[in-house]
């Protein structure tokens, strides 16, 4: 009797796996989600110029990633993106009643322009943005150095992804 106790178990607890499974794939599928795929650039070379950034590597494989061939001179691209600076900020954004720092508040700004080769004007700076709060405690110094690190690492992946949405927005020239 066990044995065939069990076998209905194992047979239930499989159809509640599949009715589970069924259920949540047609609720993800219906919310809209999609995984993260290529960005729709309209231009398919670049070359970069300007200041080299500290996203600047990222960048360039995120390029790659996307298909985009990255030219070594501004005349065999379809755009020219020049990277000017980036800022990183640390401020304190609250403190304790004995004065100790309790929250960080962390900033990262990414500045460029862009224009087609056949231009000679380039395009308003945009400057891309993230802000990340942090809680802070001195007894866990080491902890804290590297959330703050991962949370920086995080903010320059963010600017790049903006880099790439904004860049999908740019249009190619129609041609005579």
């Known amino acids: 009797m066990p044995s065939i106790r069990s076998n209905l178990l194992y047979r239930s607890s499989a159809k509640a796996t599949l009715i589970f499974t069924l259920v949540f794939t047609f609720a993800l599928s219906a919310c809209g989600f999609q995984l993260r795929g290529n960005a729709d650039l309209s231009f398919k070379t670049l070359y970069i110029e300007g200041k080299t950034l500290a996203i600047s590597k990222e960048l360039k494989r995120s390029f790659k990633t996307n298909g985009i061939q990255l030219v070594d001179s501004a005349e065999g691209a379809d755009l020219l993106l020049e990277m000017m600076n980036e800022v990183n900020e640390k401020r304190i954004l609250s403190l304790s009643g004995g004065g ?9 700004h990414a500045s460029f322009r862009t224009r087609a080769p056949s231009d000679p004007l380039w ?29 920086n690492a995080d903010m320059r992946s963010d600017a790049i992804r903006e880099i790439l949405r904004r860049l999908t927005a740019i249009k190619p020239a129609v041609k005579n």
């Open 123 to 151: 395009s308003a700076v945009q400057t891309v943005q993230s802000r990340r709060d942090f809680s802070y405690n001195d007894n866990a110094l080491l902890g804290k150095a590297d959330e703050e690190a991962r949370l």
């Open 100 to 108: 100790l720092v309790r929250e960080f508040e962390l900033n990262y």
